[in-house]
């Protein structure tokens, strides 16, 4: 499954953070395959369509689906040249499809800050260096190899040679691989550098208590925007101090504590959806009597492969796919009728599945 990994300097309050993912945790039973290790954290992917298609078709049961977020603590300045625990947590961001990096946004005296002050857009620049830093050392060296058999005209080393060397002048600048507009073809390649700076990127701002419902006043927050804005990222607001507590409640309580700190979603759920739709992931439904679920792909993934997400067998042996739009669903208020009005399409092979198609697949075993 692809993860996001929280990074951030000590103190900024990422261990509060998941800690609220972990006691919000997806119920495990449902996600059996899902991975087992104590630096992951499973959430279910808040969904309102889910609530209404159960409320429609009101089957015995409704399984959300999960994302899982990876704990990468332990970054320090000076992690690139080995130092805190440098090379370890360098290798755990290469695992991970995206990064979730915890901004200290909260001024409390009685926390010390690792450089002595409140002061997230140095924070965020040390961090970010240290990623470049390790990129560039990265391609420097792969440059070296590259440039002699390049000379030798081998096909692959003269593709690689020219977008090594913008990488490493980006780097030199300071600036992330994720800041090039490549080209797809570019890009196939420059995935197999399994660089980290080419990750997408995605800032959470941790403010303080009092602060979670006008956050928009808070001038550290407003700095990590406009960085954010420059690099083309997006930014979420929580306060992880709330957020642990909101993971304990049941959801009943939780809109009303929501309501009363003046929040429409919670800091957690925003920071779900987010990382979910930078990563590329879409979701599609299943609705039957017995179980109402959602089913998280990758967009652009074609019909077989999306019957593959739920078993094997459905992908091999996929002939077509009853799929109808959520919206359509909704609007004609049953299958049946959707069906009358011509709405429930039969696609094939090639079907490129849609965020929020209702699906029903027809397979050979
Ligand atoms: P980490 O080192 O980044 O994992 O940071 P922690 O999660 O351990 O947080 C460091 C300290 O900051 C702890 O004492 C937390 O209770 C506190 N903290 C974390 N988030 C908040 C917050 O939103 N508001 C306030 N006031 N304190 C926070």
Redesign the pocket.
């Known amino acids: 499954a692809l993860t996001a990994g929280i990074v ?12 609220a993912i972990t006691k919000a945790g997806a119920e495990s039973a449902n996600y059996p395959f899902c991975t087992i290790d104590p630096n992951v954290g499973i959430v279910e992917v808040p969904d309102n369509r889910l609530q209404k298609l159960t409320e429609l078709v009101e089957p015995k049961k409704t399984v959300p689906t999960a994302f899982e977020f990876t704990d990468i ?1 332990g970054i320090v300045k000076g992690a690139s040249k080995g130092e805190g625990l440098g090379n370890k947590f360098l290798a755990h961001i290469r695992e991970v499809d995206a990064i979730t990096q ?1 901004v ?1 946004c ?1 001024a ?1 005296d ?2 010390t800050h690792v450089s002595g002050k409140v002061d997230p857009i140095e924070d965020i620049e040390v961090i970010n260096l240290e990623l470049i830093l390790a990129d560039l050392e990265a391609v420097e060296k792969r440059l070296s190899r590259v440039e002699k058999l390049a000379k030798q005209k081998d096909k692959d080393a003269m593709a690689e040679a020219p977008i090594l060397t913008r990488l490493k002048e980006t780097f030199e600048a300071e600036k992330p691989g994720r800041s090039i507009d490549f080209t797809e073809e570019e890009f196939k390649i420059v995935k197999g550098f399994h660089l980290l700076t080419v990750k997408p990127m995605l800032y959470v701002a ?4 009092d602060e ?1 419902a006008n956050a928009d006043d808070n001038e550290y927050v407003q700095k990590v925007r406009e960085y954010a804005k420059a690099e083309g990222a997006e930014v979420i607001v ?5 957020e642990e507590e909101i993971a304990e409640l049941d959801d009943e309580e939780k809109a009303m504590f929501l309501e009363e700190l003046g929040i429409e979603e919670s800091g957690l759920d925003q920071l779900i959806r987010a990382s979910y739709n930078l990563l590329g992931l879409a979701t599609y439904f299943t609705a039957g009597v017995q179980e109402v679920r959602a089913w998280t792909f990758r967009k652009g993934m074609k019909a077989p492969q999306c019957a593959g997400v739920i078993h094997s067998d459905f992908e091999r042996g996929f002939i077509r796919a009853e799929t109808v739009a959520y919206e359509d669903l909704m609007a004609y208020g049953s299958m049946t009728a959707a069906k009358e009005a011509g709405k429930v399409r039969q696609e094939g092979k090639e079907y490129i599945v849609q965020d929020g198609d209702v699906m029903l697949f027809r397979f050979n075993v």
């Not at 951030?8 to 800690?19: A, D, I, M, W």
């Open positions: 951030g300097l000590p103190n900024v309050g990422k261990s509060t953070l998941f800690n603590a915890v200290r909260f409390d009685n926390i941790n403010v303080s208590e979670v929580i306060c992880a101090k709330i």
